[in-house]
């Protein structure tokens, strides 16, 4: 039985800071209906094409696949086909597959949604996570300090050393780089060093063990990194956090069968209440989205784009 949540129905609500057997013939042998009924099964799934979603990485491969493996089975049985998730090694390899077309959906940030329309992949937003904590599908990005470092504002971070998550993070880079260029400040240049380890789990980490002085991320994350006892209230703080931000679509491929691009819908809309999101969200389910709710975020780029190549 699955419990549907209910929709979200008004559109997200976005100020940015800056402006983002096939049955086999009948047996003679009552023992086998129920071998005959999985076998009706599995040829079904086999007839159809399988569906190839891809995930940008965002925790450890071990944790992403335990996240990944409800919401797999989940699809499977919902749209009676197979469906095969892909963990992406970084930010650029899923919009890589996504250009390519190796495959058919992809979980991603707004800036890689964008990344692969200027490539030419021919995608749409499909569905977001609503957050559990703000009960609508956006989220806030953030800058985390220790809880006794002496920084306590965005100029204090200056010759301090700062872990960006990926150029391609809309939280993890986009949403804080334009906090801090309203501020005059140009990490390259004025920090003692910019690193970008790849996830918000390893960038989170670098607090953790000293190795930088604050990092860009986002609260859904800081908040599940307090859950497994590391970054916690007693240990670190938040200096900066955002304006809300549309969370990351889950894009499909437009060349799908408008009807199987239904079915995603209906499947995605009545997930079971619980079921954790596959990047680490504490969701409450999902929400359809368009095109024009990432705008703002497209925006903030272009501007960000913009105020740097007039620098130069």
Request: hydrophobic content about 40%; proline content about 7%.
């Amino acid at each position: 039985m699955h419990l549907s949540l209910p929709k979200v129905s008004n559109k997200i609500f976005l100020v940015l800071a800056v402006m983002f057997a096939f049955l086999a013939p009948s047996c003679t042998v009552p023992e086998s209906n129920t071998a005959t009924s999985e076998q009706e099964s599995l040829d079904s799934k086999d007839n159809k094409q399988k569906l190839k979603i891809g995930v940008l990485p965002t925790q450890s491969q071990a944790e992403q696949q335990r996240m990944i493996k409800p919401l797999d089975e989940y699809l499977e049985k919902e749209l009676r086909q197979q469906v095969d998730f892909q963990i992406a090694k970084d930010y650029k390899e899923v919009v890589d597959w996504l250009v390519e077309e190796k495959i058919d959906m992809a979980y991603v940030g707004a800036v890689s949604y964008f990344e692969a329309l200027e490539r030419g992949a021919e995608v749409e937003p499909l569905v977001a996570p609503i957050d559990k904590y703000t009960g609508r599908p956006w989220y806030r990005a953030a800058i985390i300090v220790n809880k006794n470092s002496p920084i306590q504002t965005l100029q204090d971070l200056k010759g301090k050393r700062v872990a960006f998550v990926s150029k391609s993070s809309t939280s993890g880079y986009l949403m804080p780089l334009a906090a801090l260029t309203k501020q005059g400040i140009k990490p390259e240049r004025d920090f003692a060093q910019v690193i970008f380890p790849g996830t918000h789990a390893k960038t989170e980490a670098m607090l953790e063990d000293g190795l930088v002085d604050a990092v860009a991320t986002n609260i859904p994350s800081y908040i599940k990194r307090q859950k497994i006892g590391k970054l916690t209230p007693e240990n670190s703080r938040i200096l900066w956090e955002s304006a809300p931000v549309p969370h990351s679509p889950m894009l499909v491929s437009k060349k799908l069968p408008p009807e199987l691009i239904k079915e995603l819908k209906r499947a995605f809309l009545n997930t079971p209440a619980g079921m954790e999101d596959i990047v680490g969200t504490q969701a409450a389910g999902y929400t359809l989205v368009v095109a024009s709710d990432y705008a703002p975020i497209e925006q903030l780029r272009v501007q960000l784009h913009l105020n740097s190549q007039g620098a130069k």
